[in-house]
């Protein structure tokens, strides 16, 4: 079966400093990796995918994350953090490219502290 | 591009009365579209998968009888919520799939329904 498991339900960072929101997966086959954010009482806003082109993959809002298959890990990074960052953030697998469903990881809070 | 709109954004109702949300494709075509619902502070369940023109394949534990939904064109979903109770009370959010060679979903807004 494919599982998220996003490491850390809670994240606080001060503005202007790295973030990094840890997520592992498991699938049997080559799976497509998505970060979905989403702020209070929004739906959820695409932030990259990877398909499995490049492994860095970078998305909106200046965030990137990097395939690592030996880890099978899909950390989300940015370099510095703004106010605006703060909201949850969704790891999410579907467990074959081109699957119809998505599944979920448990989501990350992400604090940013002035 | 690739613009989900939902409608309403919020309703609040009356204990046994039913409730219809709609869901959009803006920009493109969705023969594939997604009901999920989200209690507060927790991640996204999957309620239901619709696909145009077919009935819609529910989750397991989804009564389909209480969750109706209609696909009826490439652009519309709609999730009607009948005979409500304050248990159904929560975030409803649809998605759409522009197309069946991507695994992509695109979010609506949500809806928060409020039962009373």
């Known amino acids: 079966a494919q599982s998220v498991t996003q490491l850390d339900s809670h994240v606080s960072v001060s503005e202007g400093t790295p973030v990094l929101l840890r997520c592992n997966y498991s699938?049997?086959?080559?799976?497509?990796l998505f970060w979905y954010v989403q702020h209070p009482n929004k739906g959820l806003q695409l932030l990259l995918k990877?398909?499995?082109?490049?492994?860095l993959v970078k998305g909106i809002n200046g965030f990137e994350a990097e395939f690592k298959k030996s880890e099978t890990s899909f950390h989300l990074t940015k370099p510095s953090a703004h106010m605006s960052d703060a909201a949850e953030y969704f790891c999410?697998?579907?467990?074959?490219?081109?699957?119809?469903?998505?599944?979920f990881g448990q989501g990350t809070r992400l604090t940013i502290n002035p | 591009g690739a613009v989900v709109s939902q409608h309403p954004s919020w309703v609040i109702c009356k204990s046994g009365t039913s409730v219809k949300i709609e869901c959009r494709s803006l920009?493109?075509?969705?023969?594939?579209m997604f009901w999920y619902r989200q209690f507060p502070k927790q991640s996204l369940m999957l309620m239901a998968t619709?696909?145009?023109?077919?009935?819609?394949?529910?989750e397991q534990g989804v009564e389909k009888d209480k969750f109706l939904i209609n696909h009826a064109s490439l652009t519309l979903s709609t999730l009607t919520v009948t005979s409500a109770h304050p248990e159904d009370s929560s975030f409803y959010i649809c998605?759409?799939?522009?197309?069946?060679?991507?695994?992509?979903?695109?979010f609506g807004p949500g809806t928060r329904l409020t039962v009373l």
């Open positions: 998605s759409a799939k522009p197309g069946q060679g991507t695994d992509t979903q695109y």
């Open positions: 699938s049997s086959y080559s799976p497509s």
């Open positions: 990877y398909t499995s082109a490049a492994t």
């Open positions: 999410v697998v579907t467990p074959v490219q081109g699957a119809q469903k998505l599944v």
């Open positions: 920009d493109f075509q969705a023969t594939t």
């Open positions: 619709s696909n145009e023109g077919s009935k819609a394949t529910y």
